[in-house]
């Protein structure tokens, strides 16, 4: 019982703190795509006036319950729009999520393109997740729970569960040093 509290009260502290030391990169890396709701995501254009070229737009995110970040990063996709039309052609993206989406640079009197504002982009496949897939609930549970609107998205735009199969991770926290963050450490960063 004691331990438990102790526990809990040692993961409130942890969780009200800001993010983990900017140099280290797979923290913060993981620390950024946990705490944003959303994130932007390129695609390759399908519209014809901007065939091929980058395209970008809004995607609420989640990596798991608030609790739980596996730095897997979920989505609700919808074919019906441009976005989901690009992934349908062609599923490489491109996700940025950046703590000026938080109060946390403005806070620290930090400019959204300061290098110490920190950022995590994300590069992958972007794939559905089949219903009878084993992580088809968590990917779920993970995204309604934090985007509780999802539930009444509607169904005549046939929104699927997918998740980022991630080729590249790149974090940047300080002055001078965008890093690349081999996936060993991000999907198991160092203390
Ligand atoms: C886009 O371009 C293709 C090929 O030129 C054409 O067939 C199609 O109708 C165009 N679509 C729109 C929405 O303009
Ligand atoms: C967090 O989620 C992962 C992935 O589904 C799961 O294996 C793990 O048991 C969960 N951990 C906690 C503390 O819930
Ligand atoms: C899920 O269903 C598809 C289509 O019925 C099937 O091909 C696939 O093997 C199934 N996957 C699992 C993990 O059961």
Not at 56 to 83: C, H, L, Q, W
Request: a neutral charge.
């Amino acid at each position: 019982m004691l331990i438990f509290v102790a526990l809990s009260f040692l993961f409130v502290i942890t969780s009200s703190q800001g993010p983990p030391d900017p140099s280290n990169d797979a923290a913060v890396a993981r620390y950024v795509i946990h705490n944003s709701d959303w994130a932007s995501m390129a695609t390759i254009s399908t519209l014809n006036a901007t065939l091929n070229y980058p395209f970008v737009s809004v995607k609420s995110m989640a990596d798991g319950p608030s609790s739980n970040g596996t730095g897997v990063p979920y989505f609700y996709i919808t074919p019906r729009e441009v976005s989901g039309q690009d992934i349908q052609r062609d599923n490489r993206v491109t996700i940025m999520a950046t703590l000026a989406q938080s109060d946390y640079c403005a806070q620290q009197s930090l400019d959204p393109q300061s290098p110490r504002c920190p950022r995590a982009i994300i590069s992958g496949r972007l794939v559905e997740i089949p219903q009878n897939a084993s992580d088809y609930q968590f990917a779920r549970d993970s995204l309604f729970s934090r985007h509780p609107g999802m539930d009444s998205w509607p169904a005549a735009l046939r929104f699927y569960v997918a998740k980022l199969n991630i080729e590249q991770v790149l974090v940047w926290a300080q002055v001078g040093r965008m890093r690349n963050v081999p996936l060993s450490d991000y999907f198991n960063p160092p203390a």
